[in-house]
Each structure stands twice: as structure tokens, then as C-alpha cells.
């Protein structure tokens, strides 16, 4: 075992400032645990809630982010060999209360969120639960493979299962180039459905273009009579979100990056009888049953550019002005970077 791990370490909320290089005990991983040398680390925008911090929301810091994770076995599992390149789970339940039982761990009252109320993957090695590990399919690097787990899981959850999306219906993804939005794309595209999406540049509506999808600007959507929308944006689309929907319509929301502060027209609600739906994360099965579609080719990694980690910085930069199309990945240099005084 390492004498020594390193690893991006929040001790306060703020701006990137706060995001500091320490050194770190080593770990010792106990029964059915297994150690991985972490390659990449995906963001995500709960990375920017986790640093910025969140009022009425105790992240308990200190804290480790990163919950997308890509690395190398360094411990044989019952079914892997050490060496084998993996990703890992993003979130689990406590596994014994009655929502774990039943198979809907994002239920439980102790769920957690690998980077959130759970240490995450900025950091050279992690140790965790041996059923965590996910190989990652042949056909995919681990740069591209990191990219998938955290916003693959919402996508699924929130249309297969929160929003019982069906073959042939119509979709609006809001902010199509997002994370979530990528995956929310290709999930409806697997269903045969006809996929509008919304973007804030040309440039990046001539990429929804290049993937099939109506693309429009967030002030001018012309998809109407729309069975499902994928919300994450929150108070700048909910209007024309709403404004979207067919009579019978779901909206599905899982974030609100924009603000969560909304106007509700109840009328419009039940005379069109919608349904609002929210969702957050899914279950480890739902995660199995998309990871099959990766495994597959039928589902692929949208990755915008890839960063060494010891320039998060920069990278929540990208993420926080929305210039990234997919992913920003971080690539693992900590080992070498400049730690910083606790």
C-alpha cells in the first residue's frame, strides 16, 4: 500500500479558491472492500453546488468531490482481476431499510452521492465496496467511459422510470448539451422517440443537429405537443417547458441550474391533467440495466475536452460558464501537483 495519497480537498465553500491539493493517510480497504487507482474524475454540476455550497444544505465538509470515477482495479473481486479498468457507482443506499429491499436505493434515507455527502474520486486512490466496480467495455477508453455513470443513471431514471417514456413519443430535452442532456438524447433515441433539444449557441445547436435532434435557442422552442420533457434548468425554461406539453404531458425535473423558483399555473395543470414529476439519481439496477445499453455501443460518452486534475480549477470555470458540449474530464496528475498547506 501507498505511503501516501493526494487528493483535492474542500474545507469551505467559495469560489475555486477553496479547492486545495493535500496529502492524504492512506487507506486500508477492510473485508469486501477493494482499492482502485483513480485515472479520471468527470464534473458535473453538482461539483459546483458541492464547492459553492447550498443554503440549508450541510455537504459536511471537510469533503473529497468528484462522483463520476474511472480507474484501475488494484484488488481481485470476486468476479474481476486486479488490472481490470472500471468505473464505479455513483451513489448506493444504506442496503437493509425497506426502499434498499425493494430495489429503490435513491429512496433511502441515507442514500449517498459519491462527491457529495460521500467522499469522491479527486484523488489518487480510493477504497470502496467490491460491488461498486463496473468494468468498462472494450470498445471505450477510461477517459470516455468516466463520462457515463452520474448523468447515464439521472437520464434513465428520469425518463424509463419516472417518466414511463414509450416507443414513438415526442421529447424536448431543455438544455440539450448538457450532461444530463446528452444522455436524456440518446435514452429517447434508443425508444424511437422524435427528440427536440435546446441550446444557447448555434454552435452548440449545429452539434444536437449532428445527433438528430430538432435543436432550437431557449427563447424561440418550436417543439409543441410534447409528451415528456427532461428539466433540469429550472426558472429561465419552466414556462415554455410547461407551455411544451401535450394534454397529458409529464415533466420530469431533476435540477434547477438556473434557479429553483418557478411560477405554476395550476389551471394549466389539470385542465391539461400534466404531470410533474421529480427525479433525482436512480437506482443501482436502473444503472446496470443502462450500462448494458453502453455496453452495447447503443449509448455513447459525449466528452468535451479532457483536463489534468490539478487544473479543476479551470475546468469548474468551463463548467460554470456552460461552455462545455458533454463532459469535462480530469485527468489524474495529483501525484505530482503542488500540495497546499492545510
Not at 480549477?313 to 474530464?329: N, P, Y
Request: net charge neutral; hydrophobic share 45%.
Amino acid at each position: 500500500m501507498s505511503s501516501r495519497r493526494t487528493g483535492i480537498v474542500l474545507t469551505e465553500h467559495g469560489g475555486a479558491e477553496v479547492l486545495r491539493v493535500r496529502s492524504l493517510a492512506p487507506q486500508a480497504p477492510a473485508p469486501g472492500e477493494v482499492r482502485v487507482a483513480v485515472t479520471h474524475v468527470a464534473l458535473n454540476h453538482l461539483d459546483l453546488w458541492v464547492r459553492k455550497g447550498v443554503p440549508g444544505h450541510d455537504f459536511h465538509l471537510p469533503r473529497i468531490p468528484g462522483s463520476d470515477v474511472a480507474g484501475v482495479l488494484l484488488d481481485p473481486t470476486p468476479t474481476l482481476p486486479s488490472g481490470t479498468a472500471v468505473v464505479l457507482h455513483p451513489s448506493w443506499g444504506c442496503g437493509v431499510c425497506p426502499a434498499c429491499l425493494d430495489g429503490h436505493q435513491d429512496r433511502c434515507r441515507a442514500f449517498r452521492i459519491r462527491g457529495e455527502n460521500a467522499d469522491g474520486g479527486c484523488v489518487t486512490e480510493v477504497v470502496v465496496p467490491a460491488w461498486q466496480v463496473l468494468p468498462i467495455p472494450a470498445h471505450l477508453a477510461p477517459r470516455e467511459a468516466v463520462a457515463l455513470p452520474l448523468t447515464l443513471l439521472t437520464a434513465w431514471h428520469m425518463l424509463v422510470t419516472r417518466g414511463r417514456l414509450a416507443r414513438g413519443e415526442r421529447v424536448l430535452v431543455q438544455a440539450g448539451g448538457s450532461g444530463v442532456g446528452v444522455m436524456a438524447i440518446q435514452i429517447a433515441q434508443l425508444y424511437g422517440c422524435e427528440v427536440h433539444a435546446t441550446a444557447s449557441t448555434e454552435g452548440r445547436r449545429a452539434l444536437l443537429t449532428a445527433m438528430g435532434v430538432r435543436a432550437w435557442p431557449y427563447d424561440a422552442i418550436g417543439a409543441r405537443d410534447v409528451d415528456v420533457v427532461v428539466e433540469s434548468v429550472g426558472e429561465t425554461t419552466w414556462a415554455a417547458s410547461l407551455r411544451a406539453l401535450a394534454w397529458g404531458g409529464r415533466l420530469v425535473c431533476c435540477g434547477a441550474t438556473s434557479g429553483p423558483d418557478v411560477h405554476l399555473n395550476l389551471r394549466a395543470v389539470f385542465f391539461k391533467q400534466l404531470e410533474i414529476v421529480g427525479a433525482t439519481m436512480g437506482s443501482t439496477g436502473e444503472l446496470l440495466r443502462a450500462w448494458r445499453e453502453v455496453e452495447a455501443g447503443r449509448i455513447r460518452p459525449i466528452v468535451d475536452r479532457v483536463l489534468p486534475m490539478s487544473r479543476i480549477a479551470d475546468a469548474h470555470a468551463i463548467l460554470e460558464g456552460r461552455a462545455a458540449f458533454g463532459k469535462i474530464v480530469l485527468e489524474q496528475d495529483l501525484a505530482t501537483a503542488s500540495l497546499e498547506s492545510p
